[in-house]
């Protein structure tokens, strides 16, 4: 199961009828080196990765459509036998051609005497200003020959535009393909959760719980965690991005568990929590089932044609009411959501959209008032919460929360394909 050569086609070819007379360059990821030249393990850009398939650093793709010869250009490190004995195989300038589907392969030294090539006859330059500044400036000072040649010849890039605006909303609709990964991905990621549901007793340490997960995870064929995975008993869980996971578990402990498999770099992204020994405290289960419930009404809002920021709101008002009922808020309801005094409770947003990237590329909000639209093809997560540190510091004007709420953290999350009808929760399998 993967992406076939000729979808990685037709994304560029539509990527490349929206730039037009442009020429649009993306850059590998780079090696992440540790210390004294050991390397992290190598994760492929998202943008780079879309549009090649091509998973190896030191690579820059360029699109340029109205090129008379050459579309679609790879520049890939060249084999090299002694280097590979050290650092891993290389597809290579040869191979690169014929499976990556380039009209031409350059090995990536000869980067800045050929891109002026595809660059002279554009009007303008598609490039995502990125972390590697030592990039942007070889982009850079390219663009900076070709307009002081400008008024000699009259032509060549007057401009570079981000790339994104254009680029992104392709990869906010998954095809067919990239839902069926995104499936996998999903299933591996509930398997490994109710693993860890299994798994996860009094004594047990958070990491123990980990490993089973990642366990899994690999096992199954995913690339590993989608991202660190968070595994949080008691008062851990109040801490959103908690990844030390050192903590031996109590009996009476919540543990949250936020953890997804990556598989061909598509990402599952699911939180569960439950109670250690099997049954909740009364306090416990009174805020679990106020989530769940948020969480089942913010789900409802999930259907095509709904504004993005709808389902965030339905789960901040039934959170806000919930916590109204119980006297942990005090006051009018439209005047805590417009103030956000929940805040101290609830301090995150109710979902992003998943994909290739665990916050996957896309815009939320066009403008101030108006919100991207759900539409088919979407996938995002849903993940409401309420969180009451052991410290935790009422808003303006709200009563302190009573010592038997505290250090109590839930997360329910899950993710979702936007569908015609409606939606599909691709994370069912994991009980809540
Ligand atoms: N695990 C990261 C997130 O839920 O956004
Ligand atoms: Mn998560
Ligand atoms: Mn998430």
Redo the contacts with the bound molecule.
Sequence with gaps: MTIKPTEYRDRREQLMAKIGKGTAIFRSASLAVMHHDVEYAFRQDSDFYYLTGFNETEAVAVLAPHHPEHRFILFVQPRDAEKETWTGYRVGVERAKEQFGADIVYPIGELEEKLPEYLKNCDRIYYHLGRDKAFNDTIIAHWQRFIAQYPKRGCGPIAIEDTNPIFHPQRQIKSSAEIELIRKATAITCEAHNRAREFAKPGRYEYQVQAEIEHIFRSNGGLGPA?PS?VASGANACILHYIENTRQMQDGDLLLI?AGCCYDYYNG?V?RTFPVSGSFTKQQQILYELVLEAQHQAIARVQPGNPYNDFHDTAVRVLVQGLIDLGLLVGDIEEIIKEKKYKPFYMHGTG?WLGLD??DAGVYQHGEETWQTLQPGHIL?V?PGIYIGPDIKPAEGQPEVPEEWRGIGIRI?DNLLVTEQGHEVLTAAAPK
């Design positions: 991202y968070i936020d992204d939180t992003h665990v916050h997560t993940e999350e």
